[in-house]
């Protein structure tokens, strides 16, 4: 029996961008030149096509700085990688690590829908006849859900960002778990999600085939709390607890291209408004 597989819904291109800064070679360089390069960096982030890239700086010992992109094409995001490698702020950038992805909405109660009224109305799996009633549905759906496959980046002052996969061990593994079953979960799943819907905007990103995880996760609000809160809740949830693996934690605080030079000499925007 050829198994269910869930249709998804594709939009926006992501990168995430993970960088150390020199601080050694960035601190021995005269004042005025420090502030010439970051004034060049500024000058290029301010002036991105469709504002579609943020810069955070992040917490711990796993970088200093994270770039977030959102394009419609690979094509796009590869220029704007190679833009921002040219300035001369990237001599004292150390990259650390990166993530690629796309917008991933996935189609589960659709998918389930779809199948039984194609089997009822006696449409075989894999027909031009079949494909041709799975990409209508997909049409409509996509055009349903334009907004959230093709989103603007939050606003948000705070963004956690982590990679996870689904378990594909010898006790458990989710890709042999029946469709049905999947699907009961992950409506579950998703309801906890729904409880933060007022706090925290989350934007699903799916990578197989893109990059050593298979989904990205970022979680944007401006009460940092909350990441904590609804991560904890969903640990007690069937399929994270069960099939659920997690990459690095990433914890970004939001900056505007402005606030550059300033972070650059070692002050944040939090910094300025306690003085």
Do not use: C
């Not at 990168?15 to 800064?21: A, E, F, N």
């Not at 109305?121 to 009633?133: K, S």
């Not at 593994?173 to 905007?201: C, D, S, T």
């Amino acid at each position: 029996m050829v198994p269910v597989v869930p249709y998804t819904l594709e939009g926006s291109y992501v990168l995430h961008q993970m960088m150390r800064i020199r601080w050694a070679p960035w601190k021995a360089l005269p004042e005025s030149r420090r502030l010439q390069i970051a004034s060049e960096a500024t000058a290029v982030l301010e002036n991105i096509p469709g504002e579609q890239s943020a810069v955070y700086s992040v917490l711990g010992h796993k970088g200093d700085l994270m770039l977030l992109h959102f394009r419609q094409t690979l094509d796009q995001l590869n220029q704007i990688e190679l833009r921002l490698a040219r300035l001369d702020l990237a001599d004292y950038l150390e990259p650390t690590s990166s993530y690629l992805s796309v917008v991933e909405l996935g189609l589960y109660d659709s998918t389930a829908r779809l199948y039984k009224t194609l089997a009822e109305n006696g449409v075989e799996p894999d027909t031009p006849a079949w494909q041709r009633e799975v990409e209508e549905e997909l049409t409509r759906q996509r055009k349903a859900m334009e907004s959230r496959l093709w989103p603007l980046i939050p606003p948000n002052r705070y963004l956690s960002f982590y990679p996870m996969d689904r378990r594909r061990g010898e006790h458990s593994n989710w890709y042999l778990v029946p469709f049905a079953e999947r699907q009961r979960m992950m409506h579950l799943h998703g309801m906890i999600g729904r409880k933060y819907a007022g706090e925290v905007k989350q934007i699903i990103t799916g990578s197989i085939g893109f990059d050593d995880w298979e989904w990205g996760v970022d979680l944007f609000s401006d009460d940092p709390l909350v990441f904590k809160k609804l991560i904890y809740e969903m640990r007690f949830d069937e399929v994270s607890a069960i099939y659920a693996l997690f990459g690095s934690f990433y914890m970004g605080i939001r900056l505007a291209a402005t606030d550059l030079p300033a972070f650059l000499n070692g002050s944040t925007p939090a910094d300025s408004a306690a003085l």
